[in-house]
């Protein structure tokens, strides 16, 4: 007679919920095995997995983003320059509000304002205060990795 949960019988996920539970630690030495042993398998699984809930993982992503602003911006912004062995320095997080909430350098616009380096950090610029500025999205997707003058005279060439 299969187990009972009030008057239902279990379901084979519930079968195999309880199970997980009581053989947990072997469960879990068990997935490990079959990741090791089956790289691009579980690769697959995690892609897939990752695409079928897309829209819970990406919110997750940004609820993250958003309570830990600080560590995460930081360290996106100086990941490259890092890289790169350009110069970073500690920008703080009065003068990154100050940026953030300033209005584009390029044409004043205050929506979706970005961070821009004056010098690009993949042109030798550094990640200093000095060497930012606030762009908006449009303005900075178009500048790229292009000084700020070389860029200025392409936009008055194209005009």
Known sequence: MPKLIGDKPLTAS???????YKNAEAEKERSKLWRINNPEKAREHQRKSWHKNREK???RQKLYQLNNLDKFSDYERTRRVRKLNNE???ISKKD??????SSCSSCGSKNLIQ????IPVSRGGSHGIGNLQP???SC?????ARFIMEWRLSKKVEI
């Open 14 to 20: 519930e079968r195999a919920k309880r199970y997980y």
């Open 57 to 59: 993982n990406l919110a």
């Open 88 to 90: 970073t320095y500690k």
């Open 96 to 101: 990154m509000r100050r940026i953030k909430t």
């Open 115 to 118: 961070i821009d380096h004056i």
């Open 135 to 137: 762009l908006c999205k």
């Open 140 to 144: 900075n997707i178009s500048k790229g």
